[in-house]
């Protein structure tokens, strides 16, 4: 079973898509609800991040300031109505079959360096104000597969 998604660059929209696919993914997951809440945190992480770090263009380094300067909300707010963010959109591509779990996520933004971020992330150490994402993904998928220019990722959890 295949499922698409196609949402606007927006916190509600993340939200709805989260709620609809956790929905989808039961079956996958024999209706196992912690595996379901866990599926969707992440699969939740990695909208975020196409949102935020793919269509809206914020770096790591913006993001750690912003939080520190206590302007972050304000920031994310602002960039998400400007006139060429509204048409940015996220892509979400959901199949399932007896053996695997496999999510595409693609965005409209200029794609990043995966291991030059991570070595970013982890000169700040465990302890920091953002940066968890990466390592979530990591730790939670079987498979990562970025694209060349790391815009579109591809995710697949395995069947325990």
């Known amino acids: 079973m295949t499922k698409t998604y196609i949402i606007d660059s927006d916190i ?67 960039l998400l109505e400007t006139d060429s963010v509204k048409n940015k959109k996220v892509y979400i591509n959901i199949t399932m079959d007896d053996n695997f779990l496999t999510t595409i996520v693609e965005d409209e933004g200029n ?3 995966p291991k030059k971020q991570m070595n970013e992330q982890m000169k700040d150490g465990v302890i920091r104000e953002n ?11 079987d498979n990562i597969i970025f694209n060349e220019k790391s815009n579109k990722v591809t995710l697949i959890k395995n069947r325990s």
């Not at 079956?27 to 990695?46: A, D, P, R």
């Not at 940066?131 to 998928?141: A, D, P, Q, T």
């Open 12 to 78: 509600d929209e993340i939200n709805a898509c989260i709620k609809t696919t956790s929905e989808i993914v039961g079956e996958f997951f024999s209706n196992n609800n912690e595996e379901i809440k866990l599926y969707s945190m992440v699969l939740y992480e990695v909208l975020i991040n196409a949102v935020e770090h793919g269509n809206l263009g914020i770096t790591y380094l913006d993001k750690k300031n912003w939080i520190i300067e206590g302007v972050y909300k304000d920031k994310l707010l602002s």
């Open 111 to 113: 794609g990043f360096d």
């Open 131 to 141: 940066g968890r994402g990466m390592v979530l993904i990591n730790s939670y998928f």
